[in-house]
């Protein structure tokens, strides 16, 4: 179900939020793959802001409808809880300086682990850059 949407940014959440997917095309970072993906990624270790905490990040080269792409994959847990979550995240340069952003989001126990690649590579299979 679409639970948020605004000009930049589109968010789905199934029910109780267990997963969360969110689009989102801006140019906050820059307008490459790489600048978007390092400063999202300086925001999350911003705990105080982002909420995440005890991150973990590993950062992939990748390709994205047929250009450059960064891949992220995060592990944390929101402040003030214990519960693992993962996070997945490709970014991708579009025209105009926007770059898009797509992340799925779960708690990293039992078969959500598998659920969300299934979720990310269907997602990334129907991202299209610069459509409005």
């Given at each position: 179900m679409?639970?948020?949407k605004?000009?930049?940014?589109?968010?789905?959440?199934?029910?109780g939020s267990m997963y969360v997917?969110?689009?989102?095309?801006d140019t906050s970072y820059g307008p490459t793959a790489q600048?978007?993906?390092d400063?999202?990624?300086a925001w999350y270790r911003k705990e105080a802001e982002s909420s995440m905490a005890d991150l973990r990040a590993t950062t992939h080269t990748t390709r994205q409808g047929g250009k450059d792409a960064v891949w992220l994959e995060?592990?944390?847990?929101w402040r003030?809880?214990?519960?693992?979550?993962k996070r997945v995240e490709v970014f991708v340069a579009g025209d105009a300086g926007h770059v898009y952003q797509l992340l799925v989001d779960t708690t990293a126990t039992g078969d959500h682990l598998a659920r969300q690649r299934e979720l990310f590579e269907t997602a990334r299979?129907?991202?299209?850059?610069?459509v409005e």
């Open positions: 679409r639970t948020k605004n000009a930049i940014q589109t968010i789905w959440a199934s029910r997917i969110v689009v989102k095309r600048a978007a993906a400063g999202q990624l995060l592990g944390y847990h003030g809880q214990t519960t693992p979550r299979a129907q991202l299209v850059t610069d």
